[in-house]
């Protein structure tokens, strides 16, 4: 079983849509959690962190259920703009662990 | 403006030769890592490091090498490339002591013929 797992996708939606991703964990000691997003043949970049609380930035909602291991990341209001893989990262101890990643395709 | 930077930023090679990948980071960070990502597919952590001196083996198998002999510099060599090695090779950085997560370079896209 790998340490992060994510749905692959292809999510594809249409322009103005919600979607939500999921990710899962299996190292329940693990400290900090991100999601960074990746566009095609570029480096990956952070998105946001996710915190225990909650977290909002615009668009873009992350949770995290510890109980459950699990994160995840509503985008709202979907743009073409957002187009891209969005990898799941989740950090113990210092040791980044990066999920597959899940890839979104946003259509007009 | 970037703060860790990759050089080449693409390079073809033909096999059998000698090359190395720049990776230089101005953040004073103590980590750095090399991936290795083929297209569309999950990075390969291949080798990181704690700090000067230090460097470890990743998960997956290479037959590159590391140093830091500068906390600012993290240079990765193949001896002899060969085909196989074909793939997009990202350096990263982070903080040791708190975790805001990573910062990657723009890659080095290597081909080898």
């Known amino acids: 079983r790998k340490e992060v797992e994510q749905d692959p996708g292809p999510f594809n939606v249409p322009e103005g849509a919600t979607v939500a991703f999921n990710c899962t964990y299996s190292n329940s000691a693990s400290q900090s959690f991100f999601w960074y997003r990746q566009d095609c043949r570029k480096e990956p970049k952070l998105l946001m962190s996710?915190?225990?609380s909650g977290n909002e930035d615009g668009r873009f909602t992350a949770q995290l259920n510890r109980a459950s291991q699990y994160i995840s990341l509503l985008i709202r209001d979907s743009k073409l703009s957002d187009s891209a893989t969005y990898l799941c990262?989740?950090?113990?101890?210092?040791?980044?662990?990066f999920g597959a990643g899940t890839r979104l395709t946003v259509k007009p | 403006e970037a703060d860790i930077y990759q050089t080449p930023r693409y390079l073809v090679i033909g096999t059998g030769k000698k090359i190395t990948l720049e990776c230089s980071q101005t953040?004073?960070?103590?980590?750095m890592y090399w991936y290795q990502q083929d297209p569309g597919m999950e990075l390969h952590l291949i080798h990181y490091?704690?700090?000067?001196?230090?460097?470890e083996k990743g998960d997956l198998s290479s037959e590159s090498t590391v140093s830091r002999i500068r906390t600012e510099h993290f240079p990765l060599t193949l001896e002899s490339a060969r085909p196989s090695h074909t793939s997009q090779y990202l350096c990263?950085?982070?903080?040791?002591?708190?975790?805001?997560?990573?910062?990657f370079g723009s890659g080095t896209r290597l081909t080898v013929v």
């Open positions: 953040m004073g960070h103590d980590k």
């Open positions: 990262v989740v950090d113990y101890n210092n040791d980044m662990r």
């Open positions: 490091s704690y700090g000067v001196n230090s460097t």
């Open positions: 996710v915190y225990s």
């Open positions: 990263a950085s982070s903080e040791y002591r708190q975790n805001y997560g990573y910062t």
